[in-house]
C-alpha cells in the first residue's frame, strides 16, 4: 500500500486520541530518520526524548537480538539476569538505592505516589495525607499521574482525581511553604518541566524545598522521566546541583525503544513504604526490558555519551540564541544540556509543520514552544543543518 493508503487505514482502525503528522516512518539510521517513500528526516525530537543513541546502533540492536534468542518473559515471581544487571548499573548511575521497574513513566509516577502515601500512613496510620504538585507540570494521562499534573485542560474531562492534591509554583518557594501543612506527605516535580515549557528547577528552589522536606519529613519526588538519563549533561538533572530526592523516576532514553521505566527510592523510603503485594506490574522488568536497560546504561559510559552532551549543548544554545536575536517573534531560549525551548510570540504549529516538509523532525511543548530534544549522539553538523532549516521555516 502507498503512504496515504496506510494513513487511511490507520484512521480506521486506530482510535483519534492524536493528531498526527501525515507520514509513515519506516526506518532510522543514526540521527535520521526515512518514511516510506524514501523521503530523509534529520530527527530532533527522538521519539520525545526516547532514542538517546540513535537509530540502528548496532550493539544496542545485537543485545536484544541476543535477549530475544534466550528468553523475553518470565513475570516477576522469578528472577532474572538482564534486569539484575541493569538494577545494580542503574543504582551506580541514579545514586539511589531501591528500584521498581515499570512499562512507562506514568505508571512510574503511579508508584511514586502509592509509595509516598503508603510511607506516611505507615507514620501515623491516617489516609488524609497531601501532595504538592507544580503548575504546569506534566506526569502522564493515567489518573493518578494527571492528578498531579498542573495544567486543569489535562485534568478537566476525567474529574474527579485523587484527593488531597496542591499545586504550587515552580521556583517561587513562598508558594510550596503557602500549600505545606501537617498533613503534607509529599512535593512532586519534574527537575526540568518540559511539556510544560521547557523551564528548569533552579538551584536555590530545589536547595530550599529540600531542606523544607528534610525539616518536615516529607518526600521529595523528582519526575526525571524526559529530564533524566543524560539529556541535560548529568545522568540525572538533579545531580548537577546535588540534591537528591527521596523518590525518583525516570524513563523515555532508559530503554532507548523498548518500553521500560523505573521508579527509584533511598534505602530509608525503601524500607518504610511498600512490602510484597503492595505494588506490581505483569510485564514490568522483565528479561527483554532488563537487557535494553543494561546495554543502554554501558553504551553511554563506553561512548561517553554525558561528556559528549556537555560539549555539545553550549553550541546547541548558542545558535538557538542566534536565532532568536533574529527574529522579533522568538522572545526566549530556556532549558538545560539537549533539552531545549524557543519560546515565540505565536503559536509554532506552522514552523513545525514547514520544518517537516523540508526534512526537519521537530514538536512543540505548549502551542507556543518549539522544543528540541535531539538524539544525545547528535554532532555541531546536525545543529547547523537544523538551524539551517529552522531558519528558512521562520523566514517564510
Not at 230 to 250: C, F, L
Not at 347 to 373: C, D
Request: glycine share 8%; proline share 3%; with cysteine.
Amino acid at each position: 500500500m502507498s503512504m496515504k493508503e496506510y494513513i487511511e487505514e490507520a484512521e480506521q482502525a486506530l482510535l483519534h486520541t492524536y493528531n498526527r503528522y501525515q507520514i509513515v516512518l519506516d526506518k532510522g539510521e543514526g540521527v535520521y530518520l526515512y518514511d516510506m517513500d524514501g523521503k530523509k528526516y534529520l530527527d530532533f525530537c527522538a521519539g520525545i526524548a526516547v532514542f538517546a543513541l540513535g537509530y540502528g546502533n548496532e550493539e544496542y540492536n545485537n543485545a536484544l537480538k541476543n535477549q530475544i534468542d534466550k528468553l523475553i518473559h518470565t513475570s516477576n515471581y522469578y528472577y532474572n539476569v538482564p534486569t539484575i544487571e541493569a538494577a545494580k548499573k542503574l543504582k551506580a548511575a541514579s545514586g539511589m538505592d531501591r528500584i521498581f521497574f515499570t512499562n512507562s513513566g506514568a505508571e512510574a509516577i503511579e508508584g511514586a505516589i502509592k509509595a509516598a502515601r503508603k510511607y506516611a500512613y505507615l507514620k501515623d496510620g491516617h489516609t488524609d495525607h497531601e501532595i504538592i504538585a507544580m503548575n504546569h507540570s506534566f506526569h502522564g494521562r493515567t489518573m493518578g499521574a494527571l492528578s498531579v499534573t498542573g495544567n486543569p485542560k489535562y485534568r478537566e474531562a476525567f474529574e474527579p482525581m485523587i484527593g488531597n492534591i496542591k499545586f504550587a509554583d515552580l521556583n517561587d518557594f513562598d508558594s510550596v511553604l503557602a500549600n505545606v501543612t501537617d498533613k503534607t506527605c509529599a512535593i512532586i516535580m519534574e527537575t526540568v518541566q518540559g511539556e510544560g515549557g521547557m523551564l528548569p528547577a533552579t538551584e536555590e528552589f530545589l536547595k530550599s524545598v529540600r531542606a523544607l522536606c528534610d525539616e518536615k519529613d516529607i518526600l521529595l519526588i523528582l519526575d526525571e522521566i524526559q529530564c533524566g538519563v543524560g539529556r541535560t549533561g548529568y545522568m540525572y538533572a538533579w545531580q548537577k546541583y546535588g540534591v537528591k530526592p527521596d523518590i525518583m523516576t525516570t524513563a523515555k532514553a532508559l530503554g532507548c525503544g523498548v518500553p521500560v521505566g523505573a521508579f527509584l527510592m533511598t534505602e530509608h523510603v525503601g524500607q518504610n513504604s511498600l512490602v510484597a503485594g503492595d505494588h506490581g506490574t505483569t510485564y514490568g522488568g522483565n528479561p527483554l526490558a532488563g537487557a535494553a536497560v543494561e546495554k543502554v546504561l554501558d553504551l553511554f559510559e563506553k561512548d561517553h555519551i554525558i561528556e559528549h552532551v556537555r560539549e555539545v549543548a553550549p553550541y546547541l544554545e548558542q545558535r538557538l540564541d542566534e536565532l532568536a536575536a533574529k527574529y522579533d517573534c522568538i522572545t526566549e531560549r530556556r532549558g538545560a544540556g539537549l533539552m531545549q525551548g524557543l519560546v515565540f510570540n505565536r503559536p509554532v504549529a506552522e514552523v513545525i509543520n514547514k520544518a517537516l516538509e523540508k526534512g526537519l523532525i521537530l514538536i512543540n511543548a505548549g502551542a507556543n514552544i518549539v522544543r528540541f530534544v535531539p538524539p544525545l549522539i547528535i554532532t555541531k553538523e546536525h545543529v547547523d543543518e537544523m538551524i539551517t532549516i529552522l531558519d528558512d521555516c521562520i523566514w517564510s
